[in-house]
């Protein structure tokens, strides 16, 4: 059965583990992506280039054609970047927020977390957004195809997405191209959600922020006290020195007039206390133990001459 704290932690570091998954499973669709596109593929052994034979539908031979494929890889290699961005991000921050779960450390040490986790969360939100919007607006710059006599023009370039999508279009029977079209897409839609996930990170973050004192703390204020999570770990460090119970009585012999001589006999004597001096805690420190010094008393009945008061 999980503890309360377990479980606490596990929701804590379920953002960071929500922006490594979103950032696997672009990886993975663009992997599929290019499987996909590049497997259809055939490849000019003059030139070196990758080119496609198209036949148009309902169509002979005769009309078939040849078109030369050249791929701007721009927006791919910024998604792919901003995954790599995502792998190290999201890491980071579980190692921030594992670090951060229980205040062990020295407040300077928890705010460079503090710091580290905000700072690349804020790159990683912002890194996300810029290539997105980069990614849109060069796939709606770039002009596709129209009609059957735009696919057999020369020096066309464009990105995967827009080759994909438009052989899918004009070629129904490319089921590949499909796949590929659909793949790049979400690739690319998927970005938002990476951004999202970044900012559900600062949920995790405010979380162990606001226990310590919130945004005061971070800027070097003292802040709220939330040091032990309950009483025993205030204890000093080393084994705890044993309690002896309250003390008991003493006994001490005094010699007791009889016919036959002195016989002794056990009184109890009070034992009395003193105020102990305050012994500091340390962790190589013994502890040093005080107990009750009894006072002797002399009986009355045992007293020397000497010792007699004399009356002049």
């Given at each position: 059965?999980?503890?309360?704290?377990g479980?606490?932690?596990l929701?804590?570091?379920l953002?960071p583990?929500?922006?490594?998954?979103?950032?696997?499973?672009?990886?993975i669709?663009e992997?599929?992506?290019?499987?996909?596109?590049?497997?259809?593929?055939d490849?000019?052994?003059?030139?070196?280039g990758?080119?496609?034979?198209?036949?148009?539908?309902?169509?002979?031979a005769s009309?078939?054609t040849?078109?030369t494929i050249?791929?701007n890889?721009?927006?791919i290699?910024?998604?792919?970047?901003?995954?790599?961005?995502?792998y190290g991000?999201?890491?980071?921050?579980?190692?921030g927020?594992?670090?951060?779960?229980?205040?062990e450390?020295t407040?300077a040490?928890e705010?460079?977390?503090?710091?580290?986790?905000?700072v690349?969360?804020?790159?990683?939100?912002?890194a996300?957004?810029?290539?997105?919007?980069y990614a849109t607006?060069?796939?709606?710059?770039?002009?596709s195809?129209?009609?059957?006599?735009?696919v057999?023009?020369e020096?066309q370039?464009?990105?995967?997405?827009?080759?994909?999508?438009q052989?899918?279009?004009?070629?129904?029977d490319?089921?590949?191209a499909?796949?590929?079209c659909?793949?790049t897409?979400?690739m690319r839609?998927?970005?938002?959600?990476m951004a999202?996930?970044?900012l559900?990170?600062f949920?995790?973050l405010?979380?162990?922020?606001?226990a310590r004192?919130?945004v005061?703390?971070m800027?070097g204020g003292?802040?709220r006290?939330?040091?032990?999570?309950?009483?025993y770990e205030?204890?000093p460090?080393?084994?705890p020195?044993p309690?002896?119970?309250?003390?008991?009585?003493?006994?001490?012999q005094?010699?007791?007039?009889t016919?036959?001589g002195?016989?002794?006999?056990?009184q109890?004597?009070q034992?009395?206390w003193?105020?102990?001096?305050?012994?500091p805690?340390g962790?190589?420190?013994?502890v040093?133990q005080w107990g009750?010094?009894?006072?002797s008393?002399v009986?009355?009945?045992?007293?020397a001459?000497?010792?007699?008061?004399?009356?002049?």
């Amino acid at each position: 059965m999980r503890t309360p704290n377990g479980c606490r932690v596990l929701l804590l570091l379920l953002p960071p583990g929500l922006l490594l998954a979103i950032a696997a499973l672009t990886n993975i669709l663009e992997s599929i992506s290019k499987d996909n596109f590049e497997d259809s593929l055939d490849r000019d052994w003059r030139s070196g280039g990758r080119q496609l034979i198209l036949s148009r539908p309902g169509g002979t031979a005769s009309n078939d054609t040849t078109v030369t494929i050249d791929i701007n890889n721009v927006p791919i290699y910024v998604v792919l970047g901003l995954c790599i961005l995502g792998y190290g991000v999201g890491l980071l921050s579980a190692a921030g927020i594992w670090q951060l779960r229980r205040t062990e450390g020295t407040a300077a040490h928890e705010r460079k977390w503090t710091w580290v986790v905000f700072v690349v969360n804020i790159v990683m939100v912002g890194a996300s957004l810029g290539g997105f919007g980069y990614a849109t607006s060069v796939q709606s710059s770039e002009k596709s195809w129209q009609n059957y006599e735009d696919v057999g023009q020369e020096d066309q370039e464009y990105t995967r997405e827009t080759w994909a999508c438009q052989i899918s279009k004009f070629y129904p029977d490319r089921n590949w191209a499909g796949t590929a079209c659909g793949t790049t897409k979400a690739m690319r839609f998927l970005l938002i959600p990476m951004a999202v996930a970044a900012l559900s990170i600062f949920l995790s973050l405010w979380v162990l922020v606001r226990a310590r004192g919130g945004v005061k703390w971070m800027f070097g204020g003292k802040g709220r006290y939330a040091g032990f999570a309950n009483v025993y770990e205030m204890r000093p460090p080393g084994p705890p020195s044993p309690y002896a119970g309250p003390p008991g009585q003493q006994w001490i012999q005094q010699p007791w007039p009889t016919q036959h001589g002195q016989q002794w006999v056990g009184q109890p004597v009070q034992q009395q206390w003193a105020p102990q001096p305050y012994q500091p805690w340390g962790p190589q420190q013994p502890v040093q133990q005080w107990g009750p010094q009894p006072v002797s008393q002399v009986p009355k009945s045992d007293a020397a001459v000497e010792q007699r008061p004399v009356f002049g």
